[in-house]
């Protein structure tokens, strides 16, 4: 399984982005994906967990972000609304085998390269 992300870039505060993580070799049917993101200083942190067809969140979401999937084209998207300073980082998608919210960093089995999202003015 390999995991591709793409969607990155610059955008103002308050604008809106949305990334994409496109799998390859094994159907996304079989696993959980999350989106986890680094920005320095603030190590690893999830930021949307999806196990078709139940999404989860952190408590810090917000409502700000949102996941989704297409599986016809096995792919994974994050929808990024009212986008703040702070969520200057980059952002991974990984994968791990099974179902339910199992979307912890320390036991994911794959990582794409991440995209890198700068929110500034």
């Known amino acids: 399984l390999r995991l591709e992300e793409s969607g990155g870039g610059l955008v103002q505060p308050g604008g809106s982005l949305r990334l994409s993580c496109t799998a390859s070799g094994v159907s996304l049917e079989y696993y959980a994906i999350g989106w986890f993101r680094e920005a320095p200083g603030r190590g690893r942190e999830l930021v949307s967990c999806i196990s078709d067809p139940n999404t989860y969140y952190p408590d810090s979401n917000l409502g700000r972000f949102t996941t989704s999937i297409q599986k016809a084209w096995n792919v994974v998207y994050l929808q990024m609304n009212s986008l703040k300073r702070d969520d200057t980082a980059v952002y991974y998608c990984?994968?791990?085998?099974?179902?339910?919210?199992?979307?912890?960093?320390?036991?994911?089995?794959?990582w794409g390269k991440g995209t890198l999202v700068t929110v500034s003015s």
């Open positions: 990984a994968a791990r085998q099974g179902s339910g919210n199992i979307c912890n960093g320390a036991f994911m089995d794959y």
